[in-house]
Structures are given as C-alpha cells and as structure tokens.
C-alpha cells in the first residue's frame, strides 16, 4: 500500500475524541487522596510523551466494531504499564531526566521510585481486570512477564560486545516489541477481528516494536539531550549492547576494538564522541536504520489484514513516523 507521511496530530486524527476520553481517564486514575502519591503521579503526568502504545490500541480497536469505554479503559493500562518501566529504566540506569523532567528516583530515591513503579503495574492490572475479555488481561499478564525476562538478559549481557545479532533482537523483542504487539493484539480482541486478523495486528505491533527500538538505539548515538529529552550515550555509559555498536565492533579488528571495549568498562566519558564518530564513519548507525526500515516496511505488509480504513492509514503511517522520529 501506498503510504503517506504525516505528522503525529495527523496521524491521530481517526481516534482524536478516544484520545480525549484517555487523557481524562489517565488523569482520573493518578488522582490519589494521599498527598505523596498525587504528588508523584502530577509528576507523572508532565513526564508524558507521544503515547504511541495507547494510540496503538486505540486504532487497532476502531479499525473494528469496538466500544469506546473498553478501548480507553485498555490504553489507560498500557501507557500505565509502560511509565512503570520507564520509571523502573530510569532507576536501573541511574538517569536523571526523563522527557527534560527529574526521573522519579532522582526526586524522591530509589525506594519510593521502585514502589511507585510498582503502584503503577497494579493500577494497570486493576483496569485490566474490570475488561470484559479476559484474553486482554491473559495477554498483558504474559507481555509483563516478557518484558522482564528481556530487562533482565539485557543486564547479564552487558559488556558482551561480540553478541549474537540474533540474540540482541530477541531482547529488543521481550523488552519493548512485546508491549507493542500486546496493545495491538488487544485493541484487535476488542475490535470483534477474527483470529487471523488479530494475528496480523500482533505481527504489525512485532514489528513496529522492533523499529522503534533500533530508531531508539541509534539515536542514543546520534541525538540531542534537548530533542530527546533524556542524556544520550546512556547505552554505552551503562555497557548495553545496540545494533548500531554490534554492526561497528563487528567491522572494527582486535586492536581497534580492544581500547575502546576497555574506555567503555573503566567508565570513561569521553568514549562516548569517539563511538560515535567511528559509528557514522564506518556506515554503522546507517546499516542499524536500514535494518529498522525494513522491519516498519513489513509492518505496514501486515497491515494486509485490515479492510481499508482511516484507522489503517494511520497504523500504516505510524510505521514510517517512528522512523523518522527525532526523540
């Protein structure tokens, strides 16, 4: 299918009145009668971003016959569960900035961040559980399990600089493609899809997931702290191995590569511009986005599933917005 780019407003517009019924469900459950608890999550709340995962949902259920209170109820939970993990990210990383805001644990410590973090997968659940489809709950259930299994082998595999290729994209794909796909999948159950229909939304939110995450990794090499709204060389700082680093110690010989494995585990800062320079010289960051272009291109290809719709320009838009996104 022919796709046309489009900005995220533009994007959005199929789904603009559920989008305002989300932000005012969103508000409503991080209100608390307990001052800390409000106080963190007002805090939450200016932290936002482009609610990508929620939108997901939101046009995956529209793109059938799905009622507005239960497609809103479910992108409540997903952007729950994600700001879960960011918070639980930002304390694993010892980031300070979170979309040019103090991280949660930067404001208040580790302990009330790590229980706020917590707070917010149980509020998710809570939502979840009051869906009257309980393979949505089942499915998200299974994706937090995923996403933890895949934080976890990224810690155990820091510093493994010569790691399979395979075996990055089967991390990438726990931690942040799964959430992708569960929010397509479960805006397609509320949709009334048939099976192969949700199959091909799951497969579409796969593979978006995997782009996004690739886009992630190279703008870490390539972006700005202002754009991005969060320091960048993060990855290399905290020895997480990315595509784009994979693909540039993959090219580089043992004598090359040894100094800077070395300035990366000492925990010089200063590695962090000569990465970055040999990364774009040696064609790294561009080989790590053609391998992204390629996984948004088979995105959209699942997309075949849907009937035409609105709902299905912007899914298909997505694909190609999250490529060229800047932060």
């Avoid at 942040?176 to 569960?182: E, K, P, V, Y």
């Amino acid at each position: 299918m022919t796709v046309l780019r489009a900005s995220l407003d533009e994007i959005y517009v199929p789904i603009e009145n559920e989008l305002k019924d989300f932000h005012a469900l969103l508000k409503k459950e991080l209100a608390s009668d307990d001052l800390l608890i409000d106080e963190i999550n007002r805090h939450l709340l200016k932290m936002t971003g482009k609610f990508l995962r929620p939108a997901l949902a939101l046009l995956a259920a529209k793109s059938g016959d799905a009622t507005r209170r239960e497609a809103v109820d479910l992108a409540v939970a997903i952007e729950l569960i994600h700001t879960a993990t960011l918070v639980h990210d930002d304390i694993i990383d010892g980031s300070e900035l979170r979309r040019n805001q103090p991280s949660l644990h930067s404001k208040w410590g580790r302990e009330i961040s790590i229980v706020a973090g917590d707070y917010l997968y149980a509020k998710a659940f809570l939502l979840l559980a009051g869906l009257k489809d309980a393979r949505v709950s089942e499915a998200f259930a299974r994706c937090a399990h995923v996403m933890c299994e895949g934080e976890l082998k990224q810690i155990e595999k820091r510093n493994h600089f010569v790691m399979d290729e395979a075996e990055y994209l089967r991390i990438i794909h726990q931690k942040t493609a799964a959430l992708f796909q569960a929010a397509c999948m479960g805006g397609g159950y509320f949709s009334e899809a048939s099976f192969g229909t949700i199959e091909g939304l799951g497969d579409y939110g796969f593979q978006l997931g995997m782009a996004f995450q690739i886009v992630d990794d190279c703008l870490d090499l390539t972006g700005e702290t202002r754009s991005l709204g969060k320091a960048v060389g993060v990855d290399i700082h905290k020895n997480d191995v990315t595509l784009p680093l994979l693909y540039l110690f993959g090219d580089l010989g043992e004598s090359e590569k040894r100094p800077i494995v070395e300035a990366i585990a000492g925990g010089d800062t200063a590695v962090f511009h000569r990465i970055q320079k040999l990364a774009l010289e040696n064609r790294s960051v561009e080989k790590a986005m053609e391998r992204a272009r390629a996984y948004a291109d088979k995105a959209v290809g699942a997309l075949d599933v849907l009937k035409p719709s609105a709902c299905k320009d912007s899914l298909a838009q997505l694909a190609y917005y999250c490529l060229e996104r800047k932060r």
